[in-house]
């Protein structure tokens, strides 16, 4: 039997504490609603963390023990310290995966990962948002319906200011008449990097099956795979890979 | 003085010749009227061929002439000989550029150098289209507003069945709720390639400035640059190269 | 438990028959030895299809029951019949898998898919291939050294005309002087295609262990996921989508 | 006439200060001999800054005057201030372009836009290097002989840990047996990035007029071109861009 693919929750987890609307849908957090699809999916073992634990959560053990880390951060991008965004970069450059949810587009992780300013266009009128797949056969969209439709959402509008995506799998159609790249893949080093638009903290976006079925086909997609190791400034003799076992 | 950009714009030119609704919008032909703007525009010199002149027009000379093909076919591909097909594709190998515009999307060359089906999801009720911009920077996007507007189009929609583009640089959203990704590049061998989706033959779309600027710039963009030559099926002895000059 | 990869080894099947020399080092062709070693490999079950079987061994039955086609051709590649070069790539379309081995660069499946001459340049001289990996965390890389090293091989060298790659997985280093993107994977539609260089037919290259491997990983990699329709020529009237179940 | 392009030719200007060597080959530093070819080229205007002037050199107003950044490091990364790191970055984003030679792989300023290590293998025994061209077509090939050859540099090898280049331009050959993607390009924001391996200090890379050519080319492909408004955090209200002029 595989093994399941250890994934790791983040959230700031402010709103929630700050918002009684928003404590209402999501009494544990989101992160608790997400980790709890997870757990129920099937082959995978999905724990949190979060912005006020030491560390953010995120110490060298944690990381070192998750296969995908999922990232929600919104009104405290700023809170989360420089050395652990080097350390969260350090383990998906290593293989881990990566996913970051809607307003995680801002945060240092994204955008230290991305090299742009992952800046965007925004309008809350809980306007309708269809999302077209523009990448059938990928493993993130498997038993999902084209399109997937969520009744009211924030829209996030182009330029979305990221690079050239490696895939673009998902494409969103906003009724006021913008549209976004809201899945779209990226590599860095050996870890695998997918932004997922949909998530707002006070529409129930994580109650949404599709939705959920979107992050949990990525974190299968995202289990570390191939060689892990990336090689540091190594200076190598002549014949140097001759002599290796 | 830099040397002018040669432009052949090719037309199955059949529409015209059958509807005089379409007649009254292009009395010469689509082909005409997208010349004559970039003769007008500087710096190019358009001419213009057709499906029933001898060998589509398309003789060797021709496209030994041409720096960018201009494609509009709909109601005729298969009418386009396979020899004349292969005739293009060795040309776009060998540097030229080409540009496919709206229902070329189905002709055969674009099939030919695309790899898939290219087909797609589509409408024709007039609907509004707005292309964003999801590349500044590029030279195509010169001079043009963000986004361009469309009052009155044929809806073409997602999948739209063509490899993953290497620039993506317009989406458009249509009033009845699909998205497109209306401009795409890709190159093949020494050539550019640049699909751009409007162009209907009932709606004045080859009149709207914008839209012609678009083809203006793109015929900058791909006219050949770099080296042109691709090596067919060479042989060669160890340090062969060390003796070229 | 996972169901098995069906994978399909289809082999053009005639120097082994017009050479001793290659008969002794596969004396039931190379299809056989790769089917072979797939099917020890476990969670997969390979069959083979050659070219002088009733349709190239490849009916809409076979096609149907594959998952993952690997191409092996090269004295042969004109024999191959363009009614079932339609029929793979329509397979390729629809998500089915399919691996190009060495020679295979110049089949017309392949030129078929990429829009290209694929033309290289190559020498005979059993010079050393080192093979250094370019996308470590890549499923194809799981469980192989780095460099792979082949001490005796025909030599491919660049400019290979393909489409950029989407992703570059292996770049060889020939003592000769040149060096070859030797793995290389495109999607078609729904389906991954992925070009593999070794593999010629004197060297005994698909007895290399690190070869199998790179075959067996690719296999893998390369079946179906995700959502596997595409629309064809699919004419939606206004709101058709919300109608879906 | 068109614009010159506006270069300025950043140095970290160590190197040929401490050491004689290196000063009896560059007198005036790297970066005065590579502004000399480009100044002579035609259509460029080249000026310099290195780290020990104020702002390094690179103050708001040089950058604001700047189309096209050259970038030399390699003993210094570390003194580079973070905040010229910034504005460097931001200036990327909104259009100018940047390149980035031999040792500035590991520049602060690479490593932003990359979101990666950029770490890659070493060696110094001056053994030969042989570029082969893998984009024909690419104005950065204009006028080169396929491969370049240089008979002696440093050798760097693979893994490189950037993300998938959008295009890869060279890939080196080395004696010793490594290969490397030595010339790649890729965009952030509107602007272009194009790393290119040869350079070193030491050998006489920046006499070679096969390099000198390269970045010449690359200077004039990476001129700012098309829109260059990057939205940053822009809110629209329904129908914003109905009312734009």
Not at 70 to 75: A, P, R, V
Not at 139 to 159: A, S
Not at 189 to 196: H, M, Q, R, S, W
Request: glycine share 8%; net charge negative; aromatic share 10%.
């Amino acid at each position: 039997m595989a093994k399941p693919v250890r994934v790791t929750v983040w959230n700031e987890f402010r709103h929630e504490k700050k918002n009684k609307e928003i404590a209402a849908i999501y009494p544990d957090g989101m992160h608790a609603a997400i980790a709890s699809h997870l757990n129920a999916a099937g082959g995978m073992k999905a724990r949190t963390a979060t912005l006020d634990e030491p560390d953010h959560g995120l110490t060298e053990d944690v990381l070192a023990g998750t296969d995908v880390l999922i990232w929600w951060g919104h009104m405290a991008h700023g809170e989360v310290r420089e050395e652990i965004v080097d350390r969260v970069q350090s383990h998906v450059i290593a293989g881990m995966g990566i996913i970051l949810l809607h307003s995680a587009h801002f945060s240092k992780i994204f955008r230290r990962l991305m090299g742009t300013t992952c800046s965007l266009k925004w309008r809350e009128v809980a306007e309708k948002e269809i999302l077209w797949c523009t990448k059938p056969g990928h493993p993130i969209t498997e038993g999902l319906p084209d399109p997937i439709i969520l009744e009211h959402t924030e829209m996030y509008g182009e330029f979305f200011d990221v690079p050239e995506p490696e895939e673009t799998i998902f494409i969103s159609h906003f009724a006021g008449g913008e549209v976004f790249r809201s899945g779209c893949t990226w590599r860095r080093g050996a870890g695998k990097v997918f932004y997922f638009r949909p998530g707002h903290e006070t529409y129930p976006i994580f109650k949404d099956p599709n939705v959920l079925k979107v992050i949990e086909n990525a974190c299968r997609w995202e289990a570390p795979a191939g060689r892990q190791d990336i090689t540091v400034s190594h200076r190598g003799e002549i014949g140097w890979f001759e002599k290796q076992k």
